[in-house]
């Protein structure tokens, strides 16, 4: 089934919509979508994120948000470090498991859309569930998605999952901006550089299919560090080349979207 044939959901106020994916978990796919939230904002654009894995939501310990908020007191979407943002995980304590199905789960990502203020934005950037499941199809047919990104880190295991999210978005018609490769390598005490998962892995991929190369991320303890502490590595150390290299895909992204042929204007950014 192609995108055309599902409703989409209209977002007024919101210029373009960014889905952040991957093949399988445990790639940082999620900490890549804050990061990259982050340094759009801190750019100068209005951004939202939205955390779109129902079963497993990580964005609220990574924006520094603790336990279940109060929805008689606190308005939604949460503000935090200059975004508005909104997931499962505000609305359940942290223990509990959500256990539904897919119409569940899209009923209430469709809800988190259309029925929160969220206001002007130039981004809203949604960190999708891994995988290319049902809950994942649902939300790339029925979701005015602008553009997506896709998440692997350089091991063959991960290469193989990826591709397969690529495929996904060629299948409902969304442009894929590129390929990050995250947890590339990392800087030893002795000035080496280290490749624990292989090398070069995103840009075969990339060629393979086609697709843009948008870089690799190193491996810093201060990403992990400062996901747990409740602040992004972007804002917390943005001269770390980890930082640096968020910052750059985030430039990419937005300058991608602008030389689209339906694009919407973009506040201060300068082509290139």
Not at 7 to 16: A, H, V
Not at 27 to 47: C, D, E, P
Not at 92 to 112: D, N, S, Y
Request: proline residues 8%.
């Amino acid at each position: 089934m192609s995108n055309a044939s599902m409703p989409k959901i209209e977002l007024p106020g919101i210029r373009n919509v960014l889905a952040v994916a991957s093949g399988k978990g445990g790639v940082g796919k999620s900490t890549v979508a804050v990061n990259i939230a982050v340094a759009l904002q801190m750019q100068g654009l209005r951004v939202g994120l939205l955390d779109a894995d129902i079963y497993g939501p990580s964005i609220p310990l990574m924006l520094g948000v603790q336990g279940q908020v109060d929805q008689a007191t606190t308005p939604l979407p949460l503000d935090r470090h200059g975004l508005k943002v909104m997931s499962i995980g505000f609305l359940v304590p942290p223990e509990k498991a959500v256990i539904w199905r897919g119409p569940m789960i899209h009923r209430a990502l469709t809800q988190f859309l259309t029925q929160l203020d969220w206001g002007e934005l130039d981004f809203l950037v949604i960190d999708l569930p891994p995988g290319t499941g049902d809950a994942q199809l649902t939300l790339t047919q029925t979701v005015p998605l602008s553009a997506a990104v896709v998440v692997t880190t350089p091991q063959e295991v991960s290469l193989i999952d990826a591709r397969k999210g690529l495929e996904m978005f060629r299948e409902v018609r969304v442009p894929v901006l590129g390929i990050i490769e995250n947890m590339s390598y990392f800087m030893g005490d002795d000035g080496k550089k280290y490749e624990p998962f292989r090398s070069g892995g995103g840009a075969r991929l990339a060629r393979h299919c086609s697709v843009p190369y948008l870089g690799e991320i190193p491996i810093d303890a201060r990403v992990a560090a400062s996901g747990d502490e409740g602040t992004p590595l972007v804002a917390r150390h943005p001269d770390s080349p980890a930082a640096q290299a968020f910052d750059r895909i985030a430039k990419v992204v937005r300058r991608e979207l602008e030389s689209a042929p339906a694009a919407n204007p973009l506040p201060g950014l300068e082509m290139t």
